[in-house]
């Protein structure tokens, strides 16, 4: 796709599933998918954050033949010319192993499971574990763009990666909004109300701490001080 | 939970190194490094002092302080032992080498002995593979390790 | 002194000369990675005293180089003007070079390379095989020069290159001279070098930056190393050239942390440069200006990866993006931006003097020039080594590396590191080029050579790679992180004997999918190491599934350490040595090995002198 084309506000024609469309070159090729009414299950994306391409759910295969190879739709600009297919076999296999993964690492995040059972996932061939992130990074982006308060941060690599406040201590721009835990898609892992798998209790924000004018490490709703439901003198 | 404690380390350091470095952002890596080599590890409150003087957030000061393994929160001892784990030395049985360094140590690699005398690391490949398997102890070289030899090695210390 | 026209730079070349007597005593003694690890500073300061000491100060010259690249056989010292190549050198037989060689014209004998198909000595250099059936051009100078000394390289040519650029070529005829010349990435990625930089001149945009990948971070490469220590003008002289052709006035070189000899001498070297106006405003007269700074890695091999090295360069985590958009449109600080590796930059200025036809007149139809390889590995002649592309892997490991130690059979060969794949026996016939190397499963990468043989496991080697890559990638993206995560699992589980025969389906489920969906190239290779050796060597896998056995004799827990009573002597020299007192016995008399208490360490093993510990 030409500079010029963007310029003159020239829309962009590519062929998805074998039709001939036209999108606005300033889009991603999940938001023209979008668009021309077709789904393709996210978890990493959020139509009001930056684009993150880092769960790879949202795949698709482009060309065929030799060259074909898949690419994230979520940050893939959409170009002249490109052959889409959102549902080839590739990217359906692609997107079962990526949720079988994600489910063996928090196998009792109901959101999860539900997405499986939309792709006919059956089987988690891998050990269980019972971790509470998918390292997504919404709740970063949502609170570094949309609250602009940057409290929290990824930190580590690898397997070792993890998302917390500076120095893993009390913060200071944190200002408990509960943005992070309203758009996070494993939040019930970590909410120690009564009905955690449908609703959020949010008890952790709306009580006030006993323990941050005491302790360094209190994150609220990162590492919960179960303030919501214990008495303030069973906290040690 | 931790209680709250007053700390009090002397950051006076940190600004020439920062200065050193025009305030780019663009060196914090480097700025980083070189208040390790200060300090010895990336004592909080410096890093806390670079992020206001260079205008980032702290959570990228404390992303990029915990990302590369050269950087470390905790403080290192005073003798720095290398266990090469590059493909080469690997093939030449580096994994025994590092198991008998461990255990003379009584450390896994990544850790600092509690008398803060020893930290051990593996390394990926320090570019002398002809001498496989290599052992780098305060940055001298000992080739051609073996588990017999480690115990000689380690005591070279260096004040 | 500041020069500041090409007239200038000829006047100086000739004065440098002029000072220099070819036949003059020279020792050069190479400080290569290998021969540092070896103490031939140590030799190098007995030759100084020792100079000193029979007062032949002025008379004799001694030169610290960069790596010649027979680490096998260092320390090395070579005595010119007869260019004598002593090997194996310790500062005890300094003395007696001095005095026979130096005052008397005499070899050392014992000091002189044999060669041990015809049992005789070899005198020069370039007459030892390991060397004659080398094409040393990126590396040739190395022995030439002093690495801190912008005299030494000038002396013998250097930036002519940037001189006939800047006083008779435009910056579209550079372009297409490299072009034409057929030069590609020699970091791994094969890509051909004109093009990129074209596509860096052609983007939109006034600030446009030159980078210098020093990451070299595949575990047994130490090519970029031995060419940023040995010569790193060279390096700067290509990127100088490269920025002008590009229209970039600003310049990084990316130095691996771990690498501080490299970081001093590539220091050094800018600056002198800077202050010999070879770098900066106007340079040699012409205009045109450019600046270098150095940036050091931070232990992160991913940041060998240009997106996540041009993230750390923007004091970010070294997290990769997904190249959608090329960095030569938007790179670092979202500018166009040309990255190159060390061996790349370091071909340029050799293409510019000797022109595009002689480069390309060498290697193969796809694959041209040479390319520097670091042997290492279950091979006799350990050491760097730069030959045509085109060559066999047999001509390489055999003629010129010496085979394998010990008269061992050889098992395979890894080429391009953690992205790479192992080759067989069966294909050492297989010419050295990158798209020859694809097709078999592995790729050129940035020309590590991990020679195994008969001792070497290879469903280890799978692990030990997959372990690498966990360690080392940035947890961004699901394929990769929880792939290599799961992929460890499955490899140790069946290293240890816990494997299942499905493992083997998910093993190959869990690659395809890496392969297909990961973020960047770290995670979309990854898989190469394990799947090469399921294909080649299915067999060990099946074994240690299966039967329970690990037929190289590594993975711990499928072998077991016994006496032979045949062979013991009761020497006691294992029960000394056995960290878990697992050895009973009686002086003199046959001693045992309690299997409970064993784990398997092998220090018995190596400590044996009588082959009476058998390992099955």
């Known amino acids: ?236 | 939970m931790k209680r709250k404690e007053k700390t009090t380390i002397d950051i006076s350091g940190v600004d020439p190194i920062i200065d050193k470095y025009n305030t780019q952002q663009g060196s914090l890596i480097s700025i980083l490094q070189d208040i390790q080599e200060e300090y010895r590890y990336l004592p909080r409150e410096a890093l806390e002092h670079t992020a206001r003087r260079l205008g980032i957030p702290r959570t990228q000061v404390f992303g990029v302080a915990t990302f590369f393994k050269a950087l470390s929160l905790k403080p290192r001892g005073r003798q720095l032992v290398h266990v090469c784990m590059g493909t080469a030395c690997h093939v030449r049985g580096s994994q025994n080498v590092l198991e008998e360094v461990e255990r003379r140590l009584a450390v896994k690699a990544g850790d600092t002995t509690p008398d803060g005398e020893y930290t051990l690391e593996t390394v990926n490949c320090v570019g002398a593979c002809a001498l496989g398997p290599v052992v780098v102890m305060n940055e001298e070289y000992h080739g051609q390790m073996g588990p017999l030899k480690v115990e000689k090695i380690l005591k070279k210390k260096r004040d | 002194m500041n020069i500041s026209s090409i007239k200038e730079l000829n006047d100086l070349r000739r004065k440098i000369q002029a000072k220099r007597d070819p036949d003059k005593p020279c020792i050069t003694v190479c400080g290569g990675p290998g021969c540092l690890a070896k103490q031939c500073l140590d030799v190098r300061d007995e030759f100084i005293s020792e100079i000193a000491a029979k007062s032949l100060k002025d008379k004799v010259d001694i030169r610290t180089t960069g790596c010649h690249g027979y680490c096998d056989r260092g320390p090395i010292a070579l005595i010119y003007p007869r260019g004598i190549f002593y090997q194996r050198l310790t500062t005890k037989d300094v003395k007696e070079i001095v005095e026979e060689t130096i005052l008397n014209g005499r070899t050392v004998d014992r000091l002189i390379y044999t060669d041990t198909e015809t049992g005789k000595t070899i005198e020069n250099e370039e007459e030892i095989p390991f060397y004659k059936r080398q094409m040393q051009l990126v590396l040739k100078d190395n022995r030439r020069i002093d690495p801190h000394s912008i005299e030494d390289y000038i002396a013998i040519g250097g930036y002519s290159a940037l001189a006939k650029v800047l006083g008779r070529m435009k910056p579209q005829e550079v372009l297409d001279e490299v072009k034409r010349s057929g030069l590609r990435g020699r970091g791994g990625g094969g890509f051909p070098t004109g093009v990129k930089w074209e596509s860096t001149h052609n983007a939109p945009g006034e600030d446009k930056y030159v980078i210098c990948n020093a990451d070299e971070g595949d575990p047994g490469a130490f090519m970029d190393r031995s060419i940023l220590e040995g010569n790193p003008h060279s390096v700067l002289e290509g990127m100088i050239i490269g920025a002008y052709a590009i229209g970039s006035h600003e310049g990084y070189v990316y130095v691996r942390n771990e690498y501080p000899l490299a970081v001093k001498n590539i220091t050094i070297a800018i600056q002198q440069a800077q202050e010999l106006g070879i770098l900066g405003d106007n340079i040699l007269g012409s205009g045109f200006g450019f600046d270098v700074r150095i940036n050091r890695g931070g232990g992160a091999f991913v940041c060998g990866e240009s997106t996540a090295l041009m993230a750390s360069l923007e004091g970010k985590p070294g997290e990769p993006r997904a190249k959608y958009i090329h960095t030569s449109e938007k790179g670092l600080w979202d500018k166009p931006s040309n990255l190159n590796n060390v061996e790349t930059w370091a071909n340029v200025p050799l293409i510019i003097n000797n022109g595009s036809s002689w480069f390309s007149s060498i290697g193969t139809e796809s694959s041209k020039g040479t390319k520097v390889f670091s042997l290492v590995g279950k091979i006799n002649n350990t050491g760097l080594v730069e030959v045509p592309m085109g060559i066999t892997l047999r001509e390489i490991i055999y003629d010129i590396g010496g085979g394998i130690p010990g008269g061992r059979a050889f098992k395979a060969v890894q080429t391009g590191g953690p992205s790479g794949g192992c080759i067989p026996e069966s294909l050492l016939d297989l010419p050295v080029d990158y798209e020859r190397l694809t097709e078999v499963g592995s790729m050129m990468g940035s020309g590590g050579m991990i020679v195994m043989d008969e001792g070497t496991c290879m469903v280890d080697i799978a692990r030990y790679y997959i372990n690498f890559l966990q360690e080392e990638s940035c947890g961004k993206c699901v394929p990769c992180r929880e792939g290599l995560f799961r992929l460890g699992e499955i490899l140790t589980d069946i290293t240890k004997g816990r494997g299942k025969l499905e493992d083997i389906q998910l093993i190959e489920d869990l690659s395809g999918m890496m392969k297909d969906a990961s973020l960047c190239g770290l995670g979309t290779t990854a898989p190469n190491p394990v799947m090469s050796t399921l294909n080649y060597f299915r067999d060990e896998y099946i074994a240690h599934i299966r039967d329970g056995k690990c037929p190289a004799g590594v993975c711990r827990e499928l072998i077991t350490f016994s006496i032979d009573e045949d062979n013991c002597t009761g020497c006691g020299v294992c029960l000394k040595n056995c960290p878990s007192g697992a050895i009973t016995g009686e002086k003199k008399q046959v001693h045992v090995i309690d299997a409970q208490k064993c784990t398997k360490c092998g220090i018995c093993y190596d400590s044996c002198k009588f082959d009476a510990i058998k390992k099955e």
């Not at chain 1, 962009?12 to 469309?21: E, H, M, P, S, Y």
């Not at chain 1, 052959?83 to 959101?111: G, P």
Request: proline content about 5%; some cysteine; hydrophobic content about 35%.
């Open chain 1, 1 to 236: 796709m030409s500079e010029k084309s963007i310029q003159r506000g020239e829309m962009v024609t590519f062929t998805l599933n074998g039709a001939q469309v036209k999108a606005d070159p300033g889009w991603s090729l999940l938001e023209a998918i979008r668009f021309y009414g077709l789904d393709i299950p996210t978890l990493c994306y959020d139509e009001g954050l930056t684009p993150y391409g880092g769960c790879r759910l949202c795949v698709v295969e482009l060309g065929s033949g030799k060259k074909a190879k898949l690419v994230a739709s979520c940050v893939h600009p959409v170009r002249e010319g490109l052959d889409v297919r959102t549902h080839s076999n590739r990217v359906l296999k692609t997107r079962k192993m990526i949720l079988e993964l994600l489910i063996a690492r928090c196998s009792s995040s109901k959101k999860l499971q539900d997405m499986a059972a939309l792709l006919e996932l059956r089987e988690v061939r891998f050990r269980p574990l019972n971790d509470d992130c998918i390292l997504c990074g919404l709740c970063v982006r949502m609170c570094e763009e949309q609250m602009v308060a940057k409290a929290i941060g990824f930190a580590g690599r690898g397997k070792d990666r993890y998302i917390t406040t500076p120095f893993d201590m009390t913060s200071e721009e944190c200002r408990k909004c509960g943005a992070c835990m309203y758009i996070c898609p494993v939040c019930e892992l970590r909410c120690q109300g009564p009905n955690a798998e449908t609703t959020l209790c949010s008890g952790c924000i709306n009580t006030e701490p006993v323990c941050t004018s005491e302790f360094d490490d209190a994150m609220c709703f990162m590492v919960p001080c179960l303030s919501c439901v214990k008495k303030p003198e069973d906290v040690k």
